[in-house]
C-alpha cells in the first residue's frame, strides 16, 4: 500500500437546493470549511483533486479549471477523476495513492454537484450505450430496477418480504437524516408510506430513490510524517479496493456482482478484515436505491446471498444495529453526485474521529466507505480507521 496515510480534515457543504449562491461559491464552501476544520492553509497542499458527474452536467468541459479558484488550487497540480456515480470514492482513492506513492505529502480532495442546474437522469441516459440500451433504460431508475428484479429472482426472495425491507431501509434512513446537519431529505415516513408511493420504475417506488442534491465535499489527505509534524488526529487509510467490469449491462451478472465482491475484497486484504459484519463499527454504503443497499450488504459479505431482506427487518443494520448502516441518512437522503461518494469517506472519517454528532455510533473504530458508479459497472471501497 505504500506510505501510511491519514486524512486530517473533512468539509462539507449543508446539501439541498442551494439556488442562493454560484457553483464556484458551493465548491468554497466546503474548501474554507475542510481547511477550517484541519487548521491549514493552501499554502500546506501539494496538490488538488477534484470531480464531478460527467463534464456535460456541467456544461462544461474543464470543470477542475472552472473551479480552480474556489477550490484556491491555483497554482497547483490539479488531477481531475469522473467515474460517474463513483467519481467521490475515485477521487478519494486518487488522493490516497497520490500521497501513498510518496509524490505529495498533502493532498487537497474536492466532490461537488449542482445538480439543479442541469438533467441528471438525461445526462445518465447518455451515459449508456447507445444502440440497444439507451431506448429502454430511461436513467438510472431503469438500469437499477432491473437490477432489483434479478436479484429477488435469483434467490427467490418474495415480494412482499423484500417490500417490507427496502420500506424499513427508506424509513430508518429518513429518521437518521434528522440527526446529519448537512443532509438533504429529511422526512417522518411510515412504511405504508413507502410502500403506497408513487411508482417509478417497478418495482422502485419515490421513497425508494435518493433526491436530486447540490453541494460540495472536501478532505485532506496526508501522509504520516507530515501528520506527526503538525500533531494532527487522523483517520488512518487501512484498504481500498476498486473494481470494473463489463461496459454493456446485459454483459455481467448483476445478482452476484463480481465488481463489488472483489473491490471490497481486495480493501478486506489490506486492512486484515476477515469478518466485515463482526470486525467493522459501521457502514457507510451507498444506497441510492433501497433494493441495492441491501444487494451490497451481501456482496460485502455482511450476510449470504439472499438473507439482508430477513436481516433487514430484524434490524441488524439500523443504527442500534450489530453493524449500523449509513447513520448519516446516507445516498437516500443526500445525492450531489460527483460529492457524494466521497461524502461516504467524510462520513466515515467523522465516525472514527468520534466526530459525527448526534448520528455518531459510540466506540467506532473501523469503518467502510463504498460508492458505486459508471453505468453500473464501478465498485470502490475505502476502510479506514482511528489506528495506525
Same mark, same amino acid.
Not at 84 to 95: D, F, P, R
Not at 233 to 262: C, I, L, P
Given at each position: 500500500?505504500?506510505?501510511?496515510?491519514?486524512?486530517?480534515?473533512?468539509?462539507?457543504?449543508?446539501? /439541498?437546493?442551494?439556488?442562493?449562491?454560484?457553483?464556484?461559491?458551493?465548491?468554497?464552501?466546503?474548501?474554507?470549511?475542510?481547511? %477550517?476544520?484541519?487548521?491549514?492553509?493552501?499554502? @500546506?497542499? %501539494?496538490?488538488?483533486?477534484?470531480?464531478?458527474?460527467?463534464?456535460?452536467?456541467? $456544461?462544461?468541459?474543464?470543470?477542475?479549471?472552472?473551479?480552480? %479558484?474556489?477550490?484556491?488550487?491555483?497554482?497547483?497540480?490539479?488531477?481531475?477523476?469522473?467515474?460517474? /456515480?463513483?467519481? $467521490?470514492?475515485?477521487?478519494?482513492?486518487? &488522493?490516497?495513492?497520490?500521497?501513498?506513492?510518496?509524490?505529495?505529502? +498533502?493532498?487537497?480532495?474536492?466532490?461537488?454537484?449542482?445538480?439543479?442546474?442541469?438533467?441528471?437522469?438525461?445526462?445518465?441516459?447518455?451515459?449508456?450505450?447507445?444502440?440497444?440500451?439507451?431506448?429502454?433504460?430511461?436513467?438510472?431508475?431503469?438500469?437499477?430496477?432491473?437490477?432489483?428484479?434479478?436479484?429477488?429472482?435469483?434467490?427467490?426472495?418474495?415480494?412482499?418480504?423484500?417490500?417490507?425491507?427496502?420500506?424499513?431501509?427508506?424509513?430508518?434512513?429518513?429518521?437518521?437524516?434528522? @440527526?446529519?446537519?448537512?443532509?438533504?431529505?429529511?422526512?417522518?415516513?411510515?412504511? %405504508?408510506?413507502?410502500?403506497?408511493?408513487?411508482?417509478?420504475?417497478?418495482?422502485?417506488?419515490?421513497?425508494?430513490?435518493?433526491?436530486?442534491?447540490? /453541494?460540495? +465535499?472536501?478532505?485532506?489527505?496526508?501522509?504520516?510524517?507530515?501528520?506527526?509534524?503538525?500533531?494532527?488526529?487522523?483517520?488512518?487509510?487501512? /484498504?481500498?479496493?476498486?473494481?470494473?467490469?463489463?461496459?454493456?449491462?446485459?454483459?455481467?451478472?448483476?445478482?452476484?456482482?463480481?465488481?463489488?465482491?472483489?473491490?471490497?475484497?481486495? &480493501?478486506?486484504?489490506?486492512?486484515?478484515?476477515?469478518?466485515?459484519?463482526?470486525?467493522?463499527?459501521?457502514?457507510?454504503?451507498?444506497?441510492?436505491?433501497?433494493?441495492?443497499?441491501?444487494?451490497?450488504?451481501? +456482496?460485502?459479505?455482511?450476510?449470504?446471498?439472499?438473507?439482508?431482506?430477513?436481516?433487514?427487518?430484524?434490524?441488524?443494520?439500523?443504527?442500534? $444495529?450489530?453493524?449500523?448502516?449509513?447513520?448519516?441518512?446516507?445516498?437516500? +437522503?443526500?445525492?450531489?453526485?460527483?460529492?457524494?461518494?466521497?461524502?461516504?469517506?467524510?462520513?466515515?472519517?467523522?465516525?472514527?474521529?468520534?466526530?459525527?454528532?448526534?448520528?455518531?455510533?459510540?466506540?467506532?473504530?473501523?469503518?467502510?466507505?463504498?460508492?458505486?458508479?459508471?453505468? @453500473?459497472?464501478?465498485? $470502490?471501497?475505502?476502510?479506514?480507521?482511528?489506528?495506525?
Amino acid at each position: 500500500m505504500g506510505r501510511a496515510v491519514g486524512i486530517i480534515g473533512v468539509g462539507q457543504t449543508h446539501h /439541498g437546493r442551494r439556488t442562493e449562491m454560484s457553483y464556484p461559491d458551493l465548491v468554497r464552501e466546503a474548501v474554507v470549511r475542510v481547511f %477550517d476544520d484541519a487548521g491549514l492553509t493552501p499554502a @500546506d497542499i %501539494d496538490g488538488v483533486v477534484s470531480g464531478t458527474m460527467p463534464s456535460m452536467m456541467e $456544461g462544461i468541459a474543464l470543470t477542475h479549471f472552472y473551479f480552480a %479558484d474556489a477550490m484556491q488550487a491555483v497554482g497547483k497540480p490539479i488531477l481531475k477523476t469522473e467515474t460517474c /456515480g463513483s467519481t $467521490g470514492v475515485s477521487i478519494a482513492q486518487t &488522493a490516497y495513492y497520490w500521497v501513498a506513492s510518496g509524490m505529495a505529502d +498533502c493532498v487537497l480532495a474536492v466532490g461537488h454537484e449542482k445538480m439543479n442546474e442541469g438533467n441528471a437522469q438525461a445526462t445518465m441516459t447518455t451515459v449508456v450505450e447507445p444502440f440497444y440500451q439507451r431506448y429502454f433504460i430511461a436513467g438510472a431508475p431503469g438500469v437499477f430496477s432491473m437490477q432489483s428484479q434479478m436479484w429477488a429472482d435469483r434467490y427467490g426472495i418474495p415480494e412482499d418480504k423484500i417490500r417490507d425491507a427496502a420500506a424499513y431501509i427508506s424509513v430508518t434512513h429518513h429518521d437518521s437524516a434528522f @440527526d446529519n446537519p448537512y443532509a438533504h431529505v429529511k422526512l417522518r415516513v411510515s412504511m %405504508d408510506d413507502v410502500k403506497n408511493a408513487r411508482l417509478i420504475t417497478y418495482p422502485v417506488r419515490l421513497l425508494d430513490v435518493c433526491p436530486t442534491s447540490d /453541494g460540495a +465535499c472536501a478532505l485532506i489527505f496526508a501522509s504520516e510524517e507530515f501528520i506527526r509534524k503538525i500533531g494532527k488526529k487522523a483517520a488512518w487509510v487501512k /484498504g481500498v479496493g476498486y473494481r470494473g467490469e463489463e461496459y454493456f449491462f446485459g454483459d455481467s451478472d448483476k445478482g452476484v456482482w463480481q465488481s463489488a465482491v472483489q473491490s471490497a475484497k481486495q &480493501a478486506y486484504d489490506q486492512a486484515g478484515i476477515t469478518n466485515p459484519r463482526k470486525e467493522l463499527d459501521v457502514a457507510e454504503v451507498y444506497n441510492p436505491f433501497t433494493f441495492q443497499e441491501m444487494l451490497f450488504y451481501e +456482496c460485502f459479505g455482511f450476510c449470504g446471498f439472499g438473507e439482508s431482506p430477513d436481516l433487514v427487518l430484524k434490524g441488524i443494520f439500523n443504527r442500534k $444495529g450489530e453493524l449500523p448502516c449509513d447513520p448519516s441518512g446516507g445516498v437516500l +437522503c443526500t445525492n450531489p453526485i460527483g460529492a457524494t461518494g466521497l461524502i461516504r469517506v467524510a462520513e466515515t472519517v467523522l465516525q472514527v474521529m468520534g466526530k459525527a454528532g448526534d448520528h455518531q455510533i459510540p466506540g467506532a473504530k473501523l469503518a467502510l466507505s463504498h460508492a458505486m458508479g459508471g453505468v @453500473d459497472q464501478f465498485n $470502490g471501497v475505502m476502510i479506514v480507521g482511528s489506528e495506525l
